[in-house]
């Protein structure tokens, strides 16, 4: 579909032609717009808006492991707080970890769920082996215990598939 003006010939019922400019309508060129591939940086967007959407996962399935009991047998005294300011760190970190997500979301579509699904190791990495021990909790956070890492890994295993999922509904079939 050609975006600019140009001639169109129109049949007219004697035979002859009629030649007649014709402007592209607004909703054609969007149309045109959303069959090409997404830019990068909407990947970028639409991606951080899935790692919050996937952060918004682990938060929730930290409620379902303190409501299983699973938290206070791993260690773990209370769920992520979701009053405010406290729910929005993990969400604001979801979200960035949702744009590395995004950068290469197009090499990876045909195997998003999986590769989704490996994600998680990227930011457990980073927690087990900065922000943990920066904390004074230790490298994987060992020096809280065992089972805290374990925690950690079970509570974040939702982060990866869902920011895929959402990730997916948001572009639909094409990145």
Request: include cysteine; charged fraction near 15%; proline fraction near 5%.
């Amino acid at each position: 579909m050609n975006t600019t003006n140009k001639p169109e010939e129109i049949k007219v019922d004697n035979g002859g032609t009629d030649k007649q400019w014709r402007e592209v309508s607004t909703m054609e060129k969007e149309l045109n717009t959303m069959k090409s591939a997404l830019t990068v940086s909407q990947r970028v967007a639409i991606c951080f808006a899935a790692g919050v959407i996937g952060a918004g996962a682990v938060v929730l399935f930290s409620h379902v492991l303190f409501g299983l009991g699973l938290s206070a047998t791993l260690g773990v005294q209370a769920p992520v707080s979701l009053k405010s300011p406290d729910i929005y760190k993990p969400l604001f970190w979801g979200g960035l970890w949702g744009s590395l997500f995004g950068l290469f979301i197009k090499t990876a579509w045909n195997r998003l769920y999986l590769v989704g699904f490996l994600y998680v190791l990227a930011p457990l990495l980073a927690l087990f082996l900065f922000f943990l021990p920066m904390s004074g909790a230790g490298f994987f956070g060992l020096n809280k215990g065992p089972m805290l890492t374990i925690y950690l890994l079970l509570v974040n295993l939702p982060f990866g598939i869902v920011t895929a999922l959402a990730a997916r509904a948001i572009i639909g079939r094409h990145p």
